[in-house]
């Protein structure tokens, strides 16, 4: 029997709240984008070179979405508003273990 899609919970800036279906295997930068939700300009497509996705994760989820590589990193390092909590989502896979994760968007994107 097909599993039920996971739900994300996509919180703006402004507190907007959005609870998307998110596809497995997909990155949660290109869940985001697809689901129309404002917030994430992802410059380069995805590939972990302009730091224009990030995204805070619920601190629960973190050690699911795994750990930042050297690249991801040092992209995050030119961020200001950069948190402990601090992915680019385009380097994040999204799976089903991701079911019920609440993702922040930053004020902006550089
Ligand atoms: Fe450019 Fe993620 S989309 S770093």
């Not at 961020?79 to 680019?88: G, N």
């Given at each position: 029997e097909k599993q039920a899609m996971p739900t994300i919970t996509v919180i703006e800036f402004s507190g907007q709240d959005h609870t998307i279906d998110v596809q497995s295997g997909m990155s949660l930068m290109e869940n985001v984008v697809a689901s129309g939700v404002p917030g994430i300009d992802a410059d380069c497509g995805g590939a972990g070179a302009c730091g224009t996705c990030h995204c805070f994760l619920a601190e629960d989820f973190q050690a699911v979405a795994g750990e930042a590589d050297p690249m991801e990193e040092s992209m995050l390092g030119m961020?200001?508003?950069?948190?402990?909590?601090?992915?680019?989502s385009c380097q994040v896979q999204v799976s089903d273990d991701m079911d019920g994760m609440v993702v922040r968007l930053p004020e902006y994107q550089m």
């Open positions: 961020r200001p508003d950069r948190a402990d909590s601090s992915r680019l």
